[in-house]
C-alpha cells in the first residue's frame, strides 16, 4: 500500500512556463514533508521542505503548498527552465525526519 | 566531509557471494539512512541509525541483510548470499538532525549476475 503516492509518472512544460507536480499521501500522521529532484546516475537533491504547521514555503523559483486537510502537496516550479528537467520525489515522514517515505516521482521535461 | 561518501560506485557479485558497502555521512550529521532503489522505481527505506546507533530498521530484510555504524569508521551495509533480486540501487543519506533534510550520496549499483 502506497502511503506517497505522485500520481504524475511524467509532465512536460514549456521553458518559461509554470511547472506544477502534485503528491498525495494517505497517513495524516506524516508531519514533515520533502521534494528531491534527481538527474540519472545520480543521488536525490534536496530542493524545499515544509512542516505540516505552515501551508507555504517558498525558496527562489520553487514554492511547496501543503493542504492537509486534502493530504496534498505540490510543488511548483516558476520560472521553469530546462536544467529543471529530472526526476521529482515527494517525500514525508513522521516525527521529522525518523524515516522517509518516498513517492514514486515524476519526470519533468521543460522544453525550449 | 560535505558530502555523503559511498563506495563503491558500481559492485558485481555472483549469486550467493557476499556484498559490502560502504557510507560516510556528512560530518557532524547524526542520523544515517539506507535507501534501496530498484529498476529506477521508489525508494525503499531499509534502515537509520542515530550515531552508532539503530533507530528504526523496519524496512530491513531479516535475512542477509545487516549494518552498522561504528565511530570514527564509515557506515556500512552488507548482504549475505546475494539474490538476483538484490540488484539494486542502495543509497546512503544523511541528516544533522531528526528537523532537518537528509541528504544523500551518489549511491552505489550492486548488480547480483
Redesign the interface.
Known amino acids: 500500500d502506497?502511503q506517497v503516492k505522485q500520481n504524475s509518472p511524467s509532465l512536460s512544460v514549456q521553458e518559461g512556463r509554470i511547472s506544477i507536480l502534485n503528491c498525495d499521501y494517505t497517513n495524516s500522521m506524516f508531519d514533515?514533508f520533502?521534494w528531491?529532484k534527481k538527474y540519472p546516475?545520480?543521488?536525490?537533491?534536496?530542493l524545499i521542505?515544509i512542516s505540516s504547521i505552515k501551508d507555504k514555503n517558498e525558496d527562489g523559483r520553487f514554492t511547496v503548498f501543503l493542504n492537509k486537510s486534502a493530504k496534498h502537496l505540490s510543488l511548483h516550479i516558476v520560472p521553469s527552465q530546462p536544467g529543471d528537467s529530472a526526476?521529482y520525489?515527494c517525500?514525508a515522514s513522521l516525527?521529522?525526519?525518523?524515516?522517509?517515505?518516498?513517492?514514486?516521482?515524476t519526470r519533468l521535461s521543460v522544453l525550449p | 566531509g560535505e558530502e555523503?561518501a559511498?563506495t563503491p560506485k558500481h559492485l558485481v557479485r555472483g549469486e550467493g557471494q557476499k556484498a559490502k558497502l560502504y557510507c560516510a555521512p556528512i560530518k557532524g550529521h547524526s542520523?544515517v539512512?539506507w535507501?534501496q532503489q530498484v529498476l529506477?522505481?521508489?525508494?525503499k527505506?531499509l534502515i537509520?541509525f542515530q550515531n552508532e546507533n539503530v533507530?528504526?530498521e523496519?524496512?530491513m530484510p531479516k535475512e542477509r541483510f545487516s549494518a552498522k555504524c561504528l565511530p570514527n569508521s564509515p557506515c556500512s551495509l552488507e548482504i549475505q548470499a546475494t539474490k538476483l533480486e538484490d540488484s539494486a540501487v542502495y543509497?546512503c543519506?544523511s541528516?544533522q538532525?531528526?528537523?532537518?533534510?537528509?541528504?544523500?550520496?551518489?549511491?552505489t549499483r550492486l548488480t547480483v549476475v
Not at chain 1, 41 to 46: D, I
Not at chain 1, 96 to 105: A, D, E, I, T, W
Open positions: 502506497q514533515y520533502l528531491y546516475a545520480e543521488g536525490p537533491t534536496f521542505s526526476v520525489f517525500a516525527n521529522y525526519g525518523q524515516n522517509f517515505v518516498f513517492g514514486p516521482g | 555523503v559511498q542520523y539512512f535507501y529506477k522505481n521508489e525508494f527505506f537509520s533507530f528504526d523496519t524496512g543509497f543519506a541528516s538532525s531528526r528537523q532537518t533534510e537528509a541528504f544523500f550520496g551518489q549511491g
